[in-house]
């Protein structure tokens, strides 16, 4: 072929497209179409197998990038090849695709919110009612990304007493320490009753009434005729 006023050797591809050739016996003045099929590179690395068709280089099979993650919009980046798995509406977290505002399963002040992150939790705002599991907190609320509420009031006026909340039923507990509460007034370990001084407080055996001691302990009945 004599193609811009130069030889071109029989069924040598043209240089700028590698599916056209110089096929004398269809044209000697110009490239003609390569055979159909003729493998071929469209130049874009997202399509693979590409092939000649009509002397245009066809763009083959597109290049899977599907993750098989629901929440991700999957595509294929033309400059380079790669794929690109943007998340979408969620959180990705360990492959595990977040609806738009769950909360943590471990903290209700940690929340999945796309417009802050796909790919981690992010902190609940400050003020946010919650629940801490502890019966012994009040008025829960979110602060700084963790749950906390104030403290139950456990208080009773009397100071032999140790005072506390059970966070499994969040009733308040009033130990007696070292001593009795007996009628609602402290009363020291050891201390006689008043009226029957065969029985004492005792802590070990019982924190709320007096209890008999020993057998064998001298005791006074107040008649002084018995001995």
Excluded: M, W
Aim: proline share 8%; net charge negative.
């Amino acid at each position: 072929c004599i193609i811009a006023s130069a030889c071109v050797a029989g069924y040598s591809l043209n240089p700028d497209n590698p599916c056209e050739t110089c096929r004398p016996e269809i044209d000697t003045a110009a490239y003609s179409p390569a055979a159909d099929g003729l493998p071929c590179e469209d130049s874009n690395p997202c399509t693979l197998q590409d092939t000649c068709a009509l002397g245009v280089c066809a763009g083959g099979n597109e290049r899977d990038c599907n993750d098989g993650i629901g929440c991700t919009q999957d595509s294929c980046i033309p400059e380079s090849g790669s794929c690109a798995h943007e998340v979408v509406g969620a959180c990705l977290l360990g492959n595990t695709c977040i609806p738009s505002g769950a909360s943590a399963p471990l903290n209700p002040c940690q929340i999945c919110n796309p417009e802050l992150s796909t790919t981690e939790y992010t902190s609940e705002a400050d003020g946010t009612p919650c629940t801490d599991d502890s019966l012994c907190t009040e008025n829960d609320q979110c602060t700084g990304g963790e749950c906390a509420g104030t403290e139950k009031e456990c208080s009773d006026p009397l100071d032999c007493t140790a005072d506390s909340c059970q966070p499994q039923t969040g009733l308040c507990n009033f130990i007696p320490q070292d001593a009795c509460v007996i009628g609602g007034v402290c009363v020291a370990a050891g201390t006689g009753h008043p009226e029957n001084n065969c029985l004492q407080c005792q802590p070990p055996l019982s924190k709320f009434s007096y209890t008999g001691i020993s057998a064998a302990a001298d005791c006074d009945d107040g008649d002084a005729t018995v001995f």
